[in-house]
């Protein structure tokens, strides 16, 4: 039931997004005001989502370790991984004191799981296994590319918004109204990025329930949850907010937006539905 209502929640968020941008684009000046607005905002995006991998690890300071190095974490990756049936993905630690974790990259089959050595350090061997099964159902189900598509969308919006509050477009369609012009610059960028929030919380319900299925129990997770969540609140993770959607619990970054646009469920709520599994 949670599967089938997340799947539809997204997409109908993602249909709300898109459309609130289609009617930007007929403010403007009709459908070809889409054209430029939506080139410069994929190929800013499709940057993004072809190095995303790098910078995310880069930011963290992560760096690719072998079975070697740490037997159980990587061998978690690719116990989990097989039961998934995806490729392996490349496995990093981050010397970072916050407890937390991320997957990145554009496919199963360029991805990488990373852990920071807080967590490491907090967490049983089957809470790691509840980490790692989350973050491999992200990358299993291509939550990554759902993201940057969203992504694409919501900076349109945005220059869609300022192109038409600086004077692009048809006056007559907006009646030359000024501040229709600055209302919709101030609340469509900010719906957008609700929207894009709420996508994100959506796949993170999604993820908390293909984990716990993989492991065979909610329990691990939850009780994992509950101690990132207690040791992050303490722990600044110095993250851009543009990547705080990646982790599995929201980094504690000391910026007053992390506060304001959640990219994460409560972690009552999540840790609520992992335990009724």
């Known amino acids: 039931m949670y599967k089938i209502w997340n799947n539809f929640k997204t997409m109908l968020l993602m249909s709300v997004l898109m459309g609130l ?21 994929g190929v800013m995006n499709l940057i993004a989502f072809f190095f995303s991998d790098k910078i995310a690890l880069a930011t963290v300071r992560a760096v690719e370790i072998s079975e070697q190095d740490d037997p159980a974490l990587w061998n978690a990756v690719r116990m989990l991984s097989e039961q998934a049936q995806i490729p392996m993905p490349r496995v990093y630690i981050s010397p970072a004191a916050a407890p937390n974790a991320f997957a990145t990259g554009r496919s199963p089959r360029h991805s990488a799981v990373c852990v ?30 759902i993201s940057s598509v969203a992504a694409v969308i919501a900076g349109a919006i945005s220059i869609l918004s300022y192109t038409m509050f600086w004077g ?18 101030i609340f469509a960028p900010m719906a957008a990025s609700l929207i894009q929030l709420a ?12 984990g716990a299925n993989l492991v065979g129990s909610g329990r691990p997770l939850a009780s994992a949850l509950q101690k990132l969540d207690n ?4 722990i ?42």
């Open 199 to 210: 996508i994100s919380r959506s796949r993170e319900f999604e993820a908390d329930r293909s």
């Open 231 to 234: 040791a992050s609140r303490n």
């Open 116 to 145: 920071t050595a807080g967590l490491r350090r907090l967490l049983t061997n089957d809470e790691l296994a509840g980490v790692i099964a989350h973050e491999l159902s992200h990358v299993k189900h291509r939550d990554i590319l």
């Open 168 to 185: 692009g477009g048809d006056r007559n369609r907006r009646g030359g109204n000024p501040l229709i012009a600055l209302l919709l610059v």
């Open 21 to 41: 941008c289609i009617g930007i684009g007929y403010l403007i000046g009709g459908p070809q005001a889409l054209i430029p607005a939506l080139i410069i905002g």
């Open 236 to 277: 600044p993770l110095p993250v851009p907010d543009s990547q705080a959607n990646m982790f599995i619990v929201a980094p504690f970054t000391g910026s007053s937006f992390a506060r304001l646009f959640m990219t994460h469920p409560p972690i009552e709520e999540r840790i609520e539905r992992l335990l009724e599994m």
